[in-house]
């Protein structure tokens, strides 16, 4: 059974950092691009950054670009999302999902998109208070 979950959100102080987790189970990542998205509430959802470990390409969305980092342990089957310099407005459920790295190429905006994703996993949800 493939799955995706995702932990390591929590509440943290404006300027804080937090590192989320998206481990899979039933499948190995090295074969797949992962994405990082989130919701807040009554907004739609955001692309945040995307990687393969075929070429070890990333992508950031310019709201995050500088202050968040994608990586991959492939031996934990994990990637992460280290976020820093946090913001109230990063506030929002917290989204990693995975797709064949052959669909997308993961230096582009395209890797941003929900709607290329095959899998999702339940959401972290993040609050940073100011």
């Known amino acids: 059974q493939v799955q995706l979950v995702e932990s390591g959100g929590g509440l943290v102080q404006a300027g804080g950092s937090l590192r989320l987790s998206c481990a899979a189970s039933g499948f190995t990542l090295d074969y797949y691009a992962i994405g990082w998205f989130r919701q807040a509430p009554g907004k739609e959802r955001e692309g945040l950054s995307c990687t393969n470990s075929v070429d070890g390409s990333t992508y950031y969305a310019d709201s995050v670009k500088g202050r968040f980092t994608i990586s991959r342990d492939n031996a934990k089957n994990t990637v992460y999302l280290q976020m820093n310099s946090l913001k109230p407005e990063d506030t929002a459920v917290y989204y990693c999902?995975?797709?064949?790295?052959?669909?997308?190429?993961?230096?582009?905006?395209?890797?941003?998109?929900?709607?290329?994703?095959?899998?999702w996993g339940q959401g972290t949800r993040v609050t940073v208070s100011s």
């Open positions: 999902a995975a797709v064949r790295y052959w669909k997308i190429t993961t230096d582009q905006p395209r890797c941003l998109n929900s709607n290329e994703y095959d899998y």
